[in-house]
Each structure stands twice: as C-alpha cells, then as structure tokens.
C-alpha cells in the first residue's frame, strides 16, 4: 500500500495538471476497489452514499464514522483519497481544524469543506465560512505533504442561484487557503466558465445529468470531475429495478447488467 504522503503528492500533482481527471465517488470498499480496477487515478468519498450504505439519509453520519470509512478504504485501495467532510464535523473554526488533521491522520490525500449550515438551513455568513476555510487550509499544511483542500460553494443546491454571490465566495475561500474551489449544481459551460476565469485555483465540477460533458468541462477549463451521490444512487436504483422485476414478473432478465468475471476479479 502506498504512503499516506505519496498519496497527497500524486493527488497534488493531478490538480497541477495539465488536463483534466475524473474523481469517482464510492461508498465502500467494493466499488472503491471495482473504480480503482477501472483506472481511475484518484477517489472520492460522497457523504449520502455513505449515509445510505449506513441505512439512513445524508448529513446523518457523525465525524468517528467518517474517519472509520475513510481509514476502510484507505487500506483497501493504493489512489489517493479525497474525503468528502461535509461542513467539518464542528460548529467552530478549531473544530474544522481538528477534523482536518484527524482526516490526515486517517491517510486521506485531499478533503473538502461546504458552507451550508444544516442546523441552520442555509449558506454560511462568507466571513463565518472564510474563516473555517482558513482554520482547515492551516491544518491541511502541517503535515510535510499537505494535504489538498477543496472549498464547497453550496448555492446552488439549496435555491441561491446567484452566481456572483457564488464567484465571490470561491475567490474568498480560495484567497482563505483552499486549494480547489468547488461549487456544485453548475449546469450550464457559460456558468463554469464564468467561475474559472474568475479564480486562480483548480476548479471541481460536479457531473450533472443532461449538463456539460467531460470533455465540454475540459475545454471550459475544468481541472477535476467528481460524480457526487450519483453511482451510488445509480447502484441502488439498479438493485430497486432489479428486485422489482423479480418480485412483480418472476424474471432475471437485470442478471444480464451484472458485472463481469474480470471486474469480480478486482473485489478479491
């Protein structure tokens, strides 16, 4: 297994480019292993697939659960991880700080932050988030390969679809530290666009369904492509399709979907 260090190195480098990569968001340990098999060169957490691996909806899994996934899949697999870690696990900035290093000591190679307060149900006060942003991007630095930050703009998943209000966040997260900027529910390459040209950092682009292709995002400037919740809701919704057709018609036909005996090869 490699170090958790060389681990942060090459998971730098993919942000230094050049291009672009996709990071494929698992939920356990085998379809961390099956996307790893598949060639992807890095990971990456997603919050609601682990709630739902767990049985329950996202923003329910508590900080010990999270180290223990990210410490579970670390050791299964050799790419780097990056730790989806909602909005830090903590209502204060040295609390955000805590868990950042806690992540690190767990071998993640990059983790991300958000400014949606659940507790308040809305987007963070910017000098609130800014200073969490901060708090992280200094603990992320006291390891001797830092580990990569990444700084969530949630707008745009919870009905603020201001787009300058959003710019102006990620130039202020990414002047606080953040290594990667990352606003999800862009949906349109005018909008990406728009935000890269805006930053001086690497910019994350969540997939969107009937939104820019990879490749439309790698002209747009896109350095990184992660899937979110949408392969685990896409696993799961394939077992509720399948489970259907047996209990409804007393077929098999979804047998045909299944995975190969190469792919089975790489869950050993």
Known sequence: MTDAAGRRRRFAALHAGPGTFV????????????????GFDALATTSAGLAWAL??????????ELLAHVRTLVAAVDVPLHVDAERG???????????V??????GAA???????DPSAGGIAPLDAAVERVAAAADAARQADAPLVLTARCENHLYG????????????????AGADCVYAPGLRTVAEVE????????????????????????AAAGVRRVSTGSALASAAYGALATAARELQQHGTTTFRAGGLTAADRAALR
Do not use: F, K, M
Request: aromatic share 6%.
């Open 23 to 38: 990071l494929p968001n698992p939920w356990d340990v085998g379809s961390a292993r099956l996307l790893e098999h598949l």
């Open 194 to 217: 728009t935000v890269v040209r805006a930053v001086d950092v690497p910019v994350n682009v969540l997939a969107w369904p009937d939104g820019p292709s990879v490749p439309q995002l």
């Open 101 to 106: 290093a806690l992540l690190l000591d767990a």
């Open 89 to 99: 696990y903590a209502d204060d900035p040295a609390g955000v700080g805590e868990t």
């Open 110 to 116: 990059g983790c991300s932050i958000e400014d949606y």
């Open 55 to 64: 049985g329950r909806e996202d923003q329910s899994v508590t900080r010990d």
């Open 160 to 175: 603020v679809d201001d787009l300058d209000d959003t710019v102006a966040r990620l130039r202020a997260y990414a002047a």
